[in-house]
């Protein structure tokens, strides 16, 4: 990433629509999504527990992965480990031309798109369809997601109407949302039917079995991963958990944390291939892709309890005015502004752990209780500092170090009207006062009235 | 009750009147309040901002300065919740209105303040400290106090220390929602337990030439006009 966030903000920031689409889709979610989790009674115990299972997998992610792999083998599926995001688009794309396909059907899949899987695909001639109604939008667009769960959270109806009226070949449309879905649907059922080739990712990966878990809302995932002769599963490692009586866990805190459903419409779960239905061939690909960058990180590692369910995103102050875009990765919001730097290595997104007020609105709701605010200003300790800034803040721990440089320090400030350091940061009192006036500074410290009131 | 006020560098150099009003209305309540001199910043700053070496210093050296005094008080929601976290003293750090309301027992503090007041709970104070009602149960003991809701109170107002000059524009943006929020109560006076959170506030409320003025939440505990 070439340009920070507060650099990509600004477009979103400026963009009325976008923050008014934004604001409307974010306070429907959340408020639904509190409602759902109040009506379940033991939901701390549910997140205490799901947190757990995720720690009990990442202590022992390796044996846990090579106890995946065995079981997928012996149930007729095919394991292959990929180091990074190169290793994995090149094992998928040989698989596709392997199978002889030059179309592929995806299920919604963060992770692929997380290896730019889609466009390592058409570099080699294969076309990848995407399927979930909105990442279909947001590929016709030519956009990026902006959400976790809701990728097309910054377009609304009638931009939607447009896109769909511009490419689909169908016809004029109306906004009315069953005919844009019905027009979706003639188009995407054509390409279910012809595909030789299906491609997911996955929500969760059972160690104990080898059972592969995928959960969604609109059953074109369950097309994909059922009707074409081949299926290509791209997971990452910290998707394992231990046993498949976990999913009665996760399959509790996923569906309200993210879409504030009981249940979600759609969960598949299918382990190796089965003779007569389904596949008849099964590849899994485990990614690592710099997870275990996290994994190494005693305070970071908790991002990889991460179960992708965005209830962080919709409560986020930060990402309601930003919009997913600034943060410059498929994962925005508070977890992308703690797991990108993981992924894609600190000084490479030195300015994520700065993307929040540290408000903690995000830690309140998140299902697997991963400490967001802790993890960010870990992270903030291990980025490079700007050389000013990295001098006052030492000056100012000086001053604050001896009772008398303190005293003199704030003699100082109090004389000058301003405030002691913030004229050795850059720029910063501009930055104030952009939007807000400067306090009137008093004539007297609180501990010179105490020392003549009370001294 | 001995009482030591841990009272941040920042309300003690530029908020003398909440130190004074914690003063006042401790000291009215019968109890006897201590300024250990020697305090300057707890490290909260430094540990916010990614400086962990210069915040463990100072958090080592705030557990020397406070280590003799067996009830500290706090009016500062984010340097109690630091002080909780980085040093030992954590147990006997309160913030003030947990030191009213648990340890001391009151909710009628015998204040006075007759103005129209909403009051802005701090994330810090909401969702670190969990203060949950206790500031909203000691304004409404006030007499003549007329205190008003304020719209999407739970929000951040986007001050956020270092977020507020690093992220300036975003922090703009969060503090204008916040503005439009208090301006909508018709409220002549916006508490809160930070006054941290309330410079920012303030300043935003001064430059949109707005009637409502920020004002810590101790000031009108002390207040008896």
Redesign the interface.
Known sequence: MTTS??DR??GA?RDRQL?RNLEHATTTIREKRARAVEEVPDWEALRTAGAAMKDEALASLADRLEELEARVQERGGVVHWARDAAEANGIVADLVEAAGASEVVKVKSLTTDEIGLNDALAARGIAAVETDLAELIVQLAGDEPSHILVPAIHKNRDQIRELFERTLGLGPLTDDPAALTGAARTYLRERFLRARVGISGANFAVAETGTICVVESEGNGRMCTTLPETLITIVGIEKVVPRLADLGVFLQLLPRSSTAERMNPYTSLWTGVHPGDGPRVFHLVLLDNGRTRALADAVGRQTLRCIRCSACLNVC??YA??GGHAYGSVYPGPIGAILTPFLVGIDRAP?L?????????C??VCPVRIDIPRVL?H?????A?PAAEGTS??L??R?????GR?ERA?RL??AGRR??GAGA?PG?LR??T??????V??H????????RE?G | MRIALF?A?F???????T??AV?ELLERLGHE?E?P??Q??C?Q????????Y?AA??AR?FESVFGDHHVVVSPSASCVGFVREATALGPRVFELTELLVDTLGVEDVGASFPHRVTYHPT??GL??LRLGDRPLRLLRAVRGIELVELPRA???C???????????????????DKLDSIVSTGASVCAAGDNSCL??I???L??VGAAARPLHLAEILAARE
């Not at chain 1, 752990?353 to 609105?361: E, F, R, T, V």
């Not at chain 2, 700053?45 to 962990?52: P, R």
């Open positions: 966030f507060p903000a600004r920031l923050r102050p930060v005015r930003t300015s752990p700065y993307a929040s007020s540290l408000c903690g609105a830690a309140d200003v992270l903030r300790g291990r980025t500092k803040m030492r100012l721990a001053a604050f170090g001896d009772r303190f704030q400030a109090l405030i002691p940061l910063p930055a104030w952009r939007s807000r006036e400067l306090p500074a008093p007297e410290s609180f501990r010179d009235w105490w020392r009370r | 009272l560098c309300n003690d150099t530029f908020f003398p009147s130190g004074r003063v309040v300024f001199l020697e300057t910043c490290g700053m430094h540990a916010n901002s990614g400086y962990e210069e210093s100072l050296r994330c810090h969702r670190g739970e929000e951040c986007g001050f956020g220390g270092t977020f507020a000059v690093k992220n300036a524009e975003v922090s703009s943006a969060m503090l204008a410079m920012h303030g300043g935003g001064r430059r």
